[in-house]
């Protein structure tokens, strides 16, 4: 959608090339259409997936971490009931 293309035409007929085995096609935005990407040498290396797959990694388990829990003993004391000069009853 970003390139103005038909979106949903575009990709039922890569799925359909995916299917077919042909694992190499992808969108062509230059020709607008369906190309075969190691033929025109574009090649994602893995490098990029081995970076997003870590990122991802990274960031789950920072999320899912319950390790370290901060803790406020100052607020754990007990605290008096009904302080001093609130206006409840102190003159």
Known sequence: E???????ELLNRLRSYHAKGETWYGIDFQLENIGDNFKSFIWEPA?????ALS????AATLLLSVDET???????QAQPQGAPGRGRGAY
């Open 2 to 8: 970003n390139a103005g293309f038909d979106s949903i």
């Open 55 to 58: 990122s991802a990694t990274e």
């Open 70 to 76: 901060i803790r406020n003993d100052e607020q754990e």
């Open 47 to 51: 490098l990029v997936k081995i970076n």
